[in-house]
Nanobody, 128 residues
Framework: EVQLVESGGGLVQTGGSLRLSCAAS????????IGWFRQAPGKEREWVTC????????TYRDSVKGRFTVSSDKSKKVIDLDMTNLKDEDTAVYYC?????????????????????WGEGTLVTVSS
């Protein structure tokens, strides 16, 4: 059974920082992309980062470039998302995701319909 367990959400002031972590387990596929998605109130889920398991490269959404950083331990299937200079519009439920197969990164970047597995999500609230 695939499990994605997120941790680290909470309330933070505008301009502050927060770290999210995701521990993935239960799958043996070698070709996958681990992503962070988010869903703000009243909005659709959107990808935030997509990390390729093969070469470790991460693609960032334009709105978070320079503020969010992904680090990962491939052997443990753990991925962290360091969020700095948080803005009110970063408020959302953040989900850890896995997309499988040859088109793993494209699936992640393609949006929610390309995700094969979802975590339960963790709420991040940014408030001034």
């Amino acid at each position: 059974e695939v499990q994605l367990v997120e941790s680290g959400g909470g309330l933070v002031q505008t301009g502050g920082s927060l770290r999210l972590s995701c521990a993935a387990s239960g799958f043996t596929e070698g070709y996958y992309s681990i992503g962070w998605f988010r869903q703000a109130p009243g909005k659709e889920r959107e990808w935030v980062t997509c990390t390729d398991s093969v070469d470790g490269t991460t693609t960032y959404r334009d709105s978070v470039k320079g503020r969010f950083t992904v680090s990962s331990d491939k052997s443990k299937k753990v991925i962290d998302l360091d969020m700095t200079n948080l803005k009110d519009e970063d408020t959302a439920v953040y989900y850890c995701t896995v997309s499988l197969g040859w088109m793993r990164v494209e699936k992640c970047l393609g949006g929610a319909h390309g995700v094969d597995y979802w975590g339960e999500g963790t709420l991040v609230t940014v408030s001034s």
